[in-house]
């Protein structure tokens, strides 16, 4: 059965870092085109980033949104079947749960989406809250 579980979230002072994991639960996660995305109480869900399926590229080609590049990292880490999502520089606003998903084609190629409608499968999410 295809699950995916994202953990890690806490509480993080402003200007602090986080890394949340996405695992990915009978099948082989880094092959599947993934999304990360976050939802603040009050404000539609938005994307964070994504990374692509691809198995000729072993790290992936991560994309981000406006809000998110230069501070967030998403990496693919096949040892352990998950994608994180490394967060620096955090501020209040980036208080939200998390979401991960993938879309289940394996090995897709090239690409990713940020719009959550293409993808097929998420995670529960969790919770990262910026404060002092």
């Known amino acids: 059965q295809v699950q995916l579980v994202e953990s890690g979230g806490g509480l993080v002072q402003p200007g602090g870092s986080l890394t949340l994991t996405c695992t990915g639960t009978?099948?082989?996660?880094?092959?599947?085109?993934l999304g990360w995305f976050r939802q603040a109480p009050g404000k539609e869900r938005e994307a964070v980033g994504c990374i692509d399926g691809d198995g000729r590229s072993y790290r992936g080609v991560p994309l981000y949104s406006d809000s998110t590049k230069s501070r967030f990292t998403i990496a693919k880490d096949y040892t352990d079947n998950t994608v994180h999502l490394q967060m620096n520089f955090l501020s209040p606003e980036d208080t939200a749960v998390y979401y991960c998903?993938?879309?289940?084609?394996?090995?897709?190629?090239?690409?990713?989406?940020?719009?959550?409608?293409?993808?097929?499968?998420w995670g529960q999410g969790t919770q990262v809250t910026v404060a002092s």
């Open positions: 998903a993938i879309d289940l084609v394996f090995n897709a190629g090239p690409g990713c989406y940020v719009n959550a409608q293409k993808y097929d499968r």
């Open positions: 009978g099948f082989h996660l880094p092959y599947y085109r």
